[in-house]
């Protein structure tokens, strides 16, 4: 057998230029099928994390029958006994209970529908961390002018600082991400934009009686921090529900359906809004590990008593995202499936020319006494070593590329990055750790090659050993 793979090993390079075209087709196939997939599934898993884990959590406990009818009379009540059983379940990351409603939003001049959300100030900030995305700066365009006036800055900044007017951030990288800023450009301008457009505003204490509003709300409310607004709703069991609230402070919500319409209060200020008590809607959870989710479901809906509540996954709360997701994958799984096809056929067509061109010479070898089984087997071999070169040089090639795209996930600006934004997502590009994607594409590679390996069997098979040596 170790002469048959060194008869083999040498067949292959006795004429290289084939073999190096046929290792390189299979290398750019397996080296682009893994940065593609792995651009697919990182963007999938980045899009998960900011509408799923940073807000609603992969998980949600409700009354039976809030699903079907989420008003605020299919509440439950939330006791420590209940947040014990759910903590005892293995995979559970954090638990955070909220009240979710929508009402009236009014000052005095503008009103708008919203949806008011109370919460944990500190449990909160295990989960969607609302305190982080409260406002620090804001460029009006009175601040970006300023700006402009007391400090000269290459035309590419003063252009992308005037397209960015009337934007909020609540922190300073995503600034610099908005105006392409390197190292000596941030330690030039974030002074002067921390002195000249520092938006003041505050995160929720425990016992607060304020509120905090997303910003493309409190822009369409014009309120700023420090106003008031009026809250008019239906409470529990149709009372009525009507306040007057301080702002406390403005939050920059990626989402834009959300940023349109999101009011942040404490868990108990809401309770008292609604007149629930200590009732709520739900308890959003998060995993340690979401791979194991549906599992976790099964054993969660065990711990409690399944009877009076719902627990709901993601995928059946967010369906849309679910289809979004998958529509997209198999557009991807198609285009991959086009570019092996291709391969396939190049393949192929190596292995025509090979038979082709050693006709003689397969037939020499019969003729001195190789049976037709060995012959087979040493053309099969000699197409699993070019299989296998190809397959784990791509591999090996796409390594890097993954691990640093997975770290500095591609960051894109213009109108690309808007597009992202307007989606309700941040303008970056991650790419998938490794994980079953990546060896699949070796596999699919190997098995195409055993596919191609059926030519060869039938040519030798069929092979009239006079008409090969007067080839």
Same mark, same amino acid.
């Given at each position: ?71 605020? /009379? ?12 759910? +903590?005892?379940?293995? +995979? ?172 942040? $209060? ?11 008590? +200590?009732?709520?809607?739900?308890? +959003? ?6 791979? /194991? ?27 849309? $995202? ?42 020499? $070898? ?56 307007? $989606? ?48």
């Amino acid at each position: 057998m170790k002469r048959t793979f060194i008869m083999a090993w040498r067949n292959i390079w006795r004429n290289k230029r084939r073999t190096l075209i046929t290792v390189a087709s299979i290398f750019f196939a397996v080296f682009f099928a893994v940065v593609m997939r792995s651009f697919q599934l990182g963007t999938y898993d980045h899009m998960i994390h900011q509408a799923i884990e940073s807000f609603t959590g992969y998980i949600q406990i409700q009354n039976r029958d809030f699903f079907d009818d989420p008003t605020l /009379d299919n509440t439950f009540e939330y006791d420590n006994n209940l947040l014990s059983k759910v +903590n005892q379940v293995d +995979n559970i990351k954090v638990v955070v209970p909220r009240v979710e409603s929508f009402a009236l939003a009014s000052t005095g001049t503008q009103s708008k529908g919203v949806l008011v959300t109370g919460i944990d100030p500190v449990k909160e900030k295990a989960l969607s961390d609302p305190e982080n995305r409260v406002v620090k700066y804001r460029f009006t365009p009175e601040i970006v002018e300023k700006i402009l006036t007391v400090i000269d800055i290459p035309e590419k900044q003063i252009e992308l600082f005037k397209s960015n007017e009337n934007k909020s951030y609540s922190s300073l990288s995503r600034i610099s991400l908005d105006l392409d800023l390197d190292k000596k450009l941030e330690e030039i301008l974030f002074p002067i934009i921390q002195d000249k457009a520092a938006f003041i505003g505050r995160y929720l204490t425990d016992n607060d009686d304020g509120v905090l509003l997303s910003d493309r709300l409190s822009k369409y409310l014009k309120a700023n921090v420090g106003d008031t607004i009026v809250l008019i709703g239906a409470g529990f069991h149709g009372t009525t529900a009507a306040n007057v609230f301080p702002v406390r402070g403005i939050v920059k919500i990626v989402s834009p359906e959300l940023d349109n319409k999101l009011i942040y $209060m404490t868990l108990e200020k809401s309770q008292e809004f609604f007149n629930l008590e +200590n009732r709520v809607t739900s308890l +959003n959870i998060n995993l340690d590990d979401p791979d /194991d989710m549906l599992e976790t479901q099964i054993v969660l809906k065990e711990a409690i008593n399944s009877g009076q509540f719902a627990v709901k996954n993601w995928e059946e709360f967010n369906p849309t $995202m679910k289809q979004q997701i998958e529509g997209d994958s198999i557009g991807g799984v198609i285009f991959i499936g086009i570019l092996y096809f291709i391969v396939l056929f190049g393949i192929i067509g190596t292995v025509l020319m090979m038979i082709a061109e050693r006709k003689r010479e397969l037939g020499v $070898m019969v003729a001195i006494g190789m049976s037709k089984v060995k012959l087979s087997i040493v053309l099969i071999i000699e197409m699993l070593f070019l299989g296998f070169i190809g397959m784990m040089s791509g591999l090996i090639a796409s390594v890097p590329i993954v691990i640093v795209g997975n770290r500095n996930p591609l960051k894109m600006t213009g109108e690309m990055a808007k597009m992202y934004e307007d $989606m309700g997502f941040d303008p970056v590009m991650p790419l998938a750790w490794f994980d079953q994607y990546f060896f699949w594409q070796g596999a699919i590679i190997m098995i195409m090659v055993l596919f191609a390996c059926y030519l060869p069997l039938r040519r030798v098979r069929r092979m009239k050993v006079i008409s090969a040596l007067r080839a």
